[in-house]
Nanobody, 121 residues
Framework: VQLQASGGGLVQAGGSLRLSCVAS????????MGWYRQAPGKQRELVAA???????NYADSVKGRFTISRDNVKNTVYLQMSSLKPEDTADYYC????????????????WGQGTLVTVSS
């Protein structure tokens, strides 16, 4: 199983970016898909997550500015980021909890490579 993230870049404060992450490989089902971020010198933190049924949760710092969504047919999760602030600058990582077989109820954690988001003031 692989997760491929894309969409990072440089944007001015107040601007928008959309991140995408596609899961591929031996996938039976995907429960939660989410985005984390890690700024220099800081711990990785959850930004937003979405379950297969569509329920979502967000970090307080991004509520009202970021929207997470997913396409269950394409095994893809998106993060629409608006009203970006310099403090949003970080490497963004996608994560998915994936079952690779119908013979197991266990879902393993998979991570994509980071995609850098830089917000200039």
């Amino acid at each position: 199983v692989q997760l491929q993230a894309s969409g990072g870049g440089l944007v001015q404060a107040g601007g928008s970016l959309r991140l995408s992450c596609v899961a591929s490989g031996s996938i039976f089902s995907i429960d939660v898909m989410g985005w984390y971020r890690q700024a220099p010198g800081k711990q990785r933190e959850l930004v937003a997550a979405i379950r297969s049924g569509g329920s979502t949760n967000y970090a307080d710092s991004v509520k009202g500015r970021f929207t997470i969504s997913r396409d269950n047919v394409k095994n893809t999760v998106y993060l629409q980021m608006s009203s970006l602030k310099p403090e949003d600058t970080a490497d963004y990582y996608c994560n998915a909890k994936i079952r690779t077989s119908m013979l197991t109820t266990r879902a393993n954690d998979y991570w994509g490579q980071g995609t850098l988001v830089t917000v200039s003031s």
